[in-house]
């Protein structure tokens, strides 16, 4: 029993110690090229709900957990965006519906710098590094324990009523919890006009496991919408399922968006 609680802990801490989503249009998890401009801000509260449930050595574990998480943007000039988020996690974990694992705390902060170097007929082009800061408790399971860092390359076309974008990227996860520190990550993304100041929005990815020596990769698919009640005010909703095991089974997205 004592090995089956130290799996468990250790499985739900490598599904929540992910970098915190600082996106621009959640509830999508994957980037557009487009940047604030200059002495504009954009502030997103976005939540997220997860739910997993397996069997590990004959043992039912379900595990429940989520996120809140605040992010500022600050356009410094046309093309170059500043990004700081601020996460609040917690996580539950059960085996055979006894608590074995039950945390919350603010996790690592993460700071990042979009540079939007091209653009021309609905095509935009963008770099966006970034650095991870451990401001959540590694021990807890709420943080990695080491400043990490990472590089995104984007690529947005939009081709009305469509807009699609492309995130090619590579973290580097520098921990102190036994997880890869080489991870690159994958995913597309699609948004369509429904009608006016209403978005259908979808999204696929893959990302290498975290977990040290694994050999099936985290995919995802995500479906949602996106809003607008006024040009400076966006509400989203969106869902997230695994495509691979690895992938947490379920986890329900919803967020605001200010910009001012």
């Not at 976005?46 to 595990?63: A, H, I, R």
Request: with cysteine; glycine share 10%.
């Amino acid at each position: 029993m004592v090995f089956m609680r130290f799996v468990s802990k250790f499985l739900f801490i490598v599904m929540l110690v992910s970098p915190a989503a600082t996106w621009a249009a959640h509830p999508l998890i994957t980037d557009d090229a487009g940047t604030q401009g200059r002495g504009n801000y954009q502030l997103e509260l976005n939540g997220q709900y997860d739910s997993e449930e397996e069997t590990v050595s004959g043992v039912s574990v379900k595990s429940t957990g989520g996120q809140v998480a605040t992010t500022l943007t600050y356009g410094i000039v046309d093309t170059v965006d500043l990004v700081l988020s601020l996460p609040y996690q917690w996580c539950n974990t059960k085996e055979d519906g006894s608590t074995v694992y039950n945390e919350n705390g603010i996790s690592d902060t993460v700071f990042e710098v979009k540079w939007r170097f091209f653009e021309k007929d609905g095509l935009g082009l963008a770099l966006k590094p970034g650095v991870s800061f451990a401001t959540g408790d590694d021990e807890k399971g709420l943080g990695t324990g080491k400043t990490g860092y990472r590089l995104f390359f984007i690529a947005s076309q939009e081709i009305a009523p469509w807009a699609f974008h492309l995130n090619l990227g590579y973290i580097g996860n520098e921990n102190k919890v036994d997880e890869e520190t080489n991870i690159w990550h994958a995913s597309l993304a699609a948004t369509y006009d429904v009608v006016e100041n209403l978005k259908i929005v979808g999204n696929i990815g893959v990302e290498k496991n975290r977990e040290m020596g694994a050999d099936n990769d985290p995919a995802f698919i995500l479906g949602g919408l996106i809003y607008s009640i006024s040009k400076s005010f966006d509400i989203d909703f969106g869902v997230k399922y695994e495509l691979t095991s690895s992938e947490t089974d379920i986890s329900v997205m919803a967020g605001t968006t200010f910009r001012f």
